[in-house]
């Protein structure tokens, strides 16, 4: 069964520092987001990406972060100067079209630490 | 906004339980209802779901029924077993394929 990948699994960095997270997400989706977890709060919404352009951002999404589709497989999110708050679970998804009849698929999730 | 709250967690129950998990919802308009699972070390899977009020979403012995009058959308399961551990996430979206808005997330754990 087709599957949406993370990688990594867990990103260590130090504040300031730019980090690139990875998706793979299933090769017929359109669709793709990205969500974040800190830790004990609720999962938020960052950003929707179709057609190689976003279509939708959160209020966090701010100019620090940048979101990519590279390659036709890939889709990135950057984050350019990361902070110590930035540290949370980020989750990728997909989904195939519209409708609330095509989920969204989620990836594993990137722990990132920001030390 | 938009938002979703789920009842206080963790949960703790012995096999074969009845499980409630409460989740209530605010939205402007008239959105879709899911229930997202995260077993450990994996994403976030869709349970099930509901796209109008009286709706009966269900999965794996696992139901929630689209209450508009009481905005809530509770899962509940029957009996549950060891393998259902793993958290639950309530969760909304507004229009077709827009973004979801996620409750809290409750911790389910069963003990044999």
């Known amino acids: 069964e087709p599957e949406v990948t993370q990688t990594p699994s867990h990103q260590v960095t130090q504040m300031g520092q730019e980090v690139i997270l990875r998706c793979v997400p299933i090769?017929?989706?359109?669709?793709f987001y990205w969500y974040r977890q800190i830790l004990g709060q609720k999962v938020e919404f960052l950003v929707s990406f179709y057609n190689n352009e976003i279509s939708e951002k959160s209020e966090i999404f701010d100019d620090q972060f940048s979101v990519e589709r590279p390659d036709g497989s890939n889709f990135t999110l950057k984050i350019r100067s990361t902070k110590l708050e930035d540290s949370a679970m980020y989750f990728c998804?997909?989904?195939?079209?519209?409708?609330?009849?095509?989920?969204?698929?989620f990836g594993p999730g990137t722990r990132l630490t920001v030390l | 906004g938009d938002s979703v709250t789920q009842m206080e967690g963790p949960v703790t129950l012995s096999e074969e339980a009845f499980l409630t998990i409460n989740c209530t919802y605010t939205a402007t308009g008239y959105p879709s209802l899911f229930w997202y699972v995260q077993y450990p070390g994996e994403g976030l899977q869709l349970l099930l779901k509901a796209t109008k009020a009286d709706d009966k979403g269900s999965n794996k012995g696992f139901e929630a029924t689209y209450r508009k009058e009481t905005t809530s959308f509770h899962l509940e399961k029957g009996s549950v077993q060891v393998s259902d551990s793993a958290v639950y996430f309530c969760?909304?979206?507004?229009?077709?394929?827009?973004?979801?808005?996620f409750g809290e997330g409750t911790q389910l754990t069963v003990n044999p």
């Open positions: 969760a909304l979206t507004e229009t077709s394929g827009s973004r979801l808005t």
């Open positions: 998804a997909s989904r195939r079209g519209w409708g609330t009849y095509n989920e969204q698929f």
């Open positions: 090769s017929n989706h359109l669709y």
